[in-house]
């Protein structure tokens, strides 16, 4: 099973299209199935990630949402995508109130372990089992992924 990724972005699609194909590793527009902008919506309402599910064909629980912000992160979690926050300063880990610090959390995409093969489990038969990746750190040994480590 081949993993798309898609980019959704808060600024222009166009313009991160551009930014991928120029960097250090090449081209990497190469591995992204398509861009999407704010012209779908906000990434603060939920409403925007169920219209992006229909542009992408897919169910939630067959989607993993990565983002650097908490609110955009719970708004796809309103919709069932299951979300892991991509936090790479200590700084941004101490702003997050109570409830955000219980969403899975990584510094690095190299920490995230998906097993394409695992079965999907619908989350609205069970909201608390919404299938999350592994997640693998010497640094975070807990699934909540509690800093551990200094900037």
Known sequence: MAIEVYVYSNGWAEANRRFLSKTNHGD???????????????????NTYK????KIHHKPEDVLFLTKSPEEASAAQTVLIPSVLVMT?????EKLNETQKQMIRVRSFNELELDVNAPSIDPKQN?????????????????????????
């Open 28 to 46: 990497l527009n190469s591995f992204i199935s398509d861009h999407f902008d704010t012209t779908l919506g906000s990434p603060l309402q939920p």
């Open 89 to 93: 300063h200590r700084r941004n880990i």
């Open 51 to 54: 219209q992006l599910l229909t």
């Open 127 to 151: 909201p608390s089992s919404v299938p999350v990746p592994e997640i693998e750190s010497s640094r975070n040994p807990s699934p909540m992924g509690e800093a551990g480590s200094n900037e």
